[in-house]
């Protein structure tokens, strides 16, 4: 197909350095961390009958399944704190007040990408350099409910663990009805995380695809493609957050 | 050891030491020394320990106490005079001098109830208040009354006078099955209706008697109430879990597990944990002390702790599963039932969205006008940043 000389294409990207290494290696041990801590946990909620066979004294493997459960938490909690860390001193696509919605424009953008890309009756183009902001409110609660599984967990562990860290969730326990309730609770909030994590993989294929801006190598290689953008920042999407030259400390 | 009645004038023992009114019985000095060595091994204590404990029966004097039952079955009563050592019948029910409970009195009506006056007068500040049960506290208490008079009514009379009071069993410590949901009768522990006074919450449903003897020793060894944990329970009696010190543990660490009762696995002693054992959950001294002169207790005999030491331990879902039900959605669902539904609702909207985007964005998916594949390459991509890539 020959298309006329003059006919630009959509599709004339420039290239965007959105994520920095830290944030990809936290999204890459944070995602280990989870498969680990949900498998292992799945395992230890409801042990399979294996090994029936042989003496107790010669096997020791759902103890082992429950040291990976408790060394990848503190590997997942200390992941977390880093990346609130960075929340503060990375770069604006990584910055914490992405998070919330506090400004006008970014709630204005989760109900443009409900109407574009969820609900999809509207086929206008939106580019958000970043994720864009119901990605960014969704991962929010998601960070809450890390709170609530590191919190729960913890208070769970407090029990076998003589170290200070774990003995300071302990509140948690009365609050959710003692041991057996709050383990009910974590166990729920496990949930969240596969249906999460569904989703999450889900839409990154899909701007990917629909979009072709690389969003799915970008947590590789920390690159983004997106339209050129304009003088008056018309192609910009609706928050309007992507400049000509993103500058990591321009905010 | 017989349990040998009351012959001691009370005038008498009020001058006595525990230790000489057990030899006037006949115990001899080996037999009270086991006895001692026996409660501090009990409490934790070290060798020293036994010296204290023998010195303090020697020479303190008699504790008054007065042992209240209200919202309760006597099962703590039941507990502690089926003790394995003689001795700890003894001390409680005719040494430290029992002046008054419902359950072994000899007096009746309006002369138990003057005997409790008399006790609660005469050793103001001095005596100790044994509660079993706990207080409705539901229709000004009138689902529990003794004399015409409310549980809790009495239970403040009688606790306003008292050194210490010791809370037996799971009622007094935490409302017990009369407590559990709904709680009709809007039970309480004791220390939710009294203030002000320290309390020992003695746990368990019943507790373990030579516990509650350990508790009794302590006081008189020490004149102070041993250190307590978060829940109010003793420490030296309920700083371990069942689980910690089960002899099945090795079970679970192996992945040893009973899959139902009367199975294969059962029949080995595998560990009880998928039948629901609350071991992991619950403090309490049941591996180590045991019960009925440590011939057993449950997980050795076949059947998972059921947290009888915690609170709240009625509701806290069906004994034999490990997860209880979620919240609404029927008997039979748990967390697990309940997260595949929506894992499969959102596999469903996930395909469907996909459908519908394939529809919908057709227009904006693959090749767009001026770029065509055999158009040759598109110019370069004008690299703003000037950063190397990954």
Known sequence: ????????SPHEFQRIYVWELPVRFYHWLNALCIVVLTATGFVIANPPGINAASEAAFSYWFGTVRFIHFATA???VFNFAFRIYWGFVGNQYSNWKNFLPLKFAQFKEVMSVLRVDILQYSNKSLVSVGHNALAYLTYFVMFLVFLFQVASGFALYAKMSHSFFPQLFTWMLPIFGGDLGLRQWHHIATWFFIIFTLIHVYLVFYHDYVEGNGVLSSMAGGWKFLPEVTADGKTAGVSGKATAKPDPKNR | MENIAEKVAPADRDQTTVYEQLTSRGVSRRDFLKFCGWMSACMGLGPEGLAQVASALET???IPVVW??????????ESFLRSSHPIVADILLDKISLDY??????ASGHQAEACLKDTITKYKGEYLLCCEGSIPTGEDGAYCCIGGRSAADILNEVAAGAKAVIAWGNCACSGCVQAAKPNPTNAMPIHKVLAGKPIVNVQ???PIAEVMAGVLVHLLTFDRIPQLD?????????????HDTCYRRPNYDAGLFVESFDDENARKGYCLYKMGCRGPSTYNSCGTIRWNGGVS??????????????SNFWDNGPFYERLAQFPGFGIEKTADNIGLGVGAVTVAGIAAHAVLTNIRKHHEIGEQPGEAASDGPPPPAVDPTKKGGA
């Open chain 2, 60 to 62: 303190k004097k008699r």
């Open chain 2, 204 to 206: 368990g449903c019943p």
């Open chain 2, 230 to 242: 978060s829940l109010g329970r003793p420490k030296e009696f309920y700083s371990r879990r069942v």
């Open chain 2, 297 to 310: 207790f449950p997980i050795q005999s076949g059947h998972g702790c059921i947290g009888c030491s915690e």
């Open chain 1, 1 to 8: 197909m020959h298309s006329p000389a003059t006919l630009a």
């Open chain 1, 74 to 76: 503190y590997v997942f």
């Open chain 2, 101 to 106: 409970t419902e359950v072994l009195l000899a």
């Open chain 2, 68 to 77: 209240m039952h209200f919202q309760e079955c006597t099962c703590c009563s």
